[in-house]
């Protein structure tokens, strides 16, 4: 705690630490690495500005998903989550869109070193099950949380991924129950979200032309 203290990245207040701002440089610099947040960044902002409700881009390290930026619109509830914020991937449709996506070997090591916790009454803690709709997410291109990792929540998202398919990350619109009916969530949002991921695949694309 000294070492940290006099390095500045906490703050002591009568014994009682809290990290500085200092951390928020580290992060600032780990998340320009990463070329999906500065071409999904501002595609994130415009849907929570056109659908008013809150938008999110995921990323997947080391078996967890990884917010890098997230924005929200008028009409958007606050909930838990925040940038940097790590989750379990099998019970958010961004975390499934991942999934979905990766080679089924690597699922299998992210399933045994974070299992499948239940985190609402509606996760899908049962790996058949689970992989019975990433199959389904890989074919349809969309994933879909009904309140699996938050109660109230329903969330649509889809992979965002290169010319060669891999996938870089993944985007998500989401909002409560009160608010997303069937019809937003099952017609409305995966057009947005399909609109989104080809306007990143084509810049990306661009970008990579321009490097050469």
């Given at each position: ?71 929200e ?10 940038i ?8 958010a ?28 009454e ?75 991921a ?15």
């Amino acid at each position: 705690l000294n070492t940290l203290e006099q390095t500045g990245y906490l703050i002591n207040n009568n014994g009682t630490y809290r990290l500085s701002c200092r951390f928020l440089n580290l992060g600032a610099e780990a998340r320009s690495h990463h070329q999906i947040h500065d071409i999904a960044r501002q595609k994130v902002d415009r849907l929570a500005d056109e659908t008013g409700e809150m938008s999110a881009l995921l990323i997947e390290e080391h078996g967890r998903g990884i917010f890098l930026h997230r924005a929200e619109g008028r009409q958007a509830v606050h909930i838990d989550s925040y940038i940097g914020q790590q989750i379990f991937l099998h019970g958010a449709a961004l975390g499934k869109a991942i999934l979905a996506s990766l080679p089924r070997d690597e699922v299998d090591d992210i399933i045994e070193t974070r299992g499948l916790p239940e985190l609402t009454e509606n996760t899908i803690t049962d790996r058949e099950t689970l992989y019975e709709e990433l199959d389904e997410i890989h074919t349809q291109g969309v994933a879909y949380d009904d309140q699996e990792r938050l109660p109230g929540l329903r969330s649509v998202a889809i992979p965002l991924t290169d010319s060669e398919e891999t996938v870089l990350g993944s985007v998500s619109i989401a909002g409560p129950t009160s608010r997303v009916n069937d019809q937003r969530f099952y017609e409305q949002f995966p057009t947005e979200l399909r609109e989104v991921a080809k306007a990143v695949e084509l810049d990306l694309r661009y970008s990579r032309l321009n490097q050469l």
